[in-house]
């Protein structure tokens, strides 16, 4: 039986975020061991950002942190599923709760925007 993630397959692995409640998928990132290890240590998830080349502690600008509540692994050790209490309501960096607020339709391709934004952007980024 495997102890959890294999990361000598890939430095980087693939992480669903999923609200622990309602079950609503967030977000996908990624971890390396360091952030698998802080998330495991703080029980609060850090990702690994792959634009800013970094540790990525979930809600460090924000506020819209993500506490642990259930962590899986997959049968081949190669992608995580954390079950989360987001706090906030925002897992999104555009103010959705979800990363997937766009649906589009299998029929038509129409690209539809659901839910509301709980922040805006602007005001908590200031970028």
């Known amino acids: 039986m495997s102890?959890?993630?294999?990361?000598?397959?890939?430095?980087?692995?693939?992480?669903?975020?999923?609200?622990?409640?309602?079950?609503?998928?967030?977000?996908?990132?990624?971890?390396?061991?360091?952030?698998y290890q802080e998330t495991l240590q703080t029980g609060r998830v850090v990702y690994f950002s792959r634009s800013r080349q970094k540790l990525w502690r979930k809600g460090e600008e924000s506020g819209n942190i993500q506490e642990l509540k259930e962590l899986y692994f997959d049968c081949d050790a190669d992608t995580?599923?954390?079950?989360?209490?987001?706090?906030?309501?925002?897992?999104?960096h555009e103010g959705y709760k979800s990363c997937f607020f766009r649906r589009i339709d299998p029929n038509s391709g129409e690209v539809s925007v659901i839910g509301d934004r709980v922040f805006d952007p602007k005001a908590v980024y200031k970028k």
Do not use: H, R, W
């Open 80 to 92: 995580l599923l954390v079950k989360v209490n987001q706090i906030g309501g925002a897992a999104c």
């Open 3 to 35: 102890a959890g993630p294999d990361f000598t397959k890939s430095e980087l692995i693939p992480v669903i975020a999923q609200d622990v409640t309602t079950g609503e998928v967030l977000m996908l990132a990624y971890m390396n061991q360091t952030a």
